[in-house]
């Protein structure tokens, strides 16, 4: 059997960002796992689905590939989040967030084989989101990320800095706000959470 695909190693510019310090990284298109949704990720049932099916989904398309001799490790988590009106975005009303849940995986697994994965996760769990659960090619291109610990509801400042990093070498900002969660937050202490956030511009 060839050896397990580790995305997270492979792309430690994109993943294992420097502790402190804010950086410009190119990312290349990356197939994902993605569940589309809307609301307070902390209330509404619509992301805790969402979450229920990458993960089902990500290990049963593991199972498939490796029985093939092909194997891979699940990524992190990853999030794009953003509001049709910025200002909602900003001031933190949750309630009015919309967001793309997602797992990077490997260039192998294709659109069938998430469909096929997909049908038989469901077919043995209630996978409310299942049927909203998509393999997409996603390619954010330049962007600036920063390696964040603490809360999630006191990154504020950090996402401002970044924002300033980026006007300070002249980008404009472009895309969604990303987040990629490298702590399991009900594991670790909400101020040892580490958490990276990027902002594609150009």
Not at 21 to 28: A, K, L, M, W
Not at 152 to 157: L, R, T, V
């Amino acid at each position: 059997m060839a050896d397990k695909v580790d995305l997270g190693k492979e792309l430690k510019a994109l993943y294992a960002p420097p502790k402190g310090r804010t950086v410009v990284v190119d990312v290349p298109p990356l197939g994902f796992l993605m569940v589309d949704g809307a609301g307070d990720p902390n209330t509404a049932p619509a992301y805790r689905e969402a979450l229920d099916a990458l993960y089902s989904v990500a290990y049963t398309t593991k199972f498939a590939m490796k029985a093939e001799g092909r194997d891979f490790a699940i990524g992190v988590l990853e999030g794009l989040w953003w509001s049709d009106d910025p200002g909602v975005f900003a001031g933190g009303d949750r309630a009015k967030w919309q967001w793309t849940m997602m797992i990077a995986v490997p260039d192998f697994v294709t659109a069938a084989g998430v469909s096929a994965a997909t049908a038989k996760a469901a077919a043995k769990k209630d996978l409310p989101a299942a049927a909203r659960l998509r393999w997409e090619r996603f390619a954010e291109g330049k962007a600036a990320q920063v390696l964040y610990f603490g809360r999630y509801a006191d990154e504020g400042p950090t996402i401002s800095a970044l924002h300033d990093h980026i006007a300070g070498i002249g980008g404009t900002l472009s895309g969604k706000h990303h987040e990629i969660y490298l702590s399991d937050p009900r594991r670790t202490a909400p101020e040892k959470l580490r958490t990276i956030i990027r902002q594609p511009f150009r």
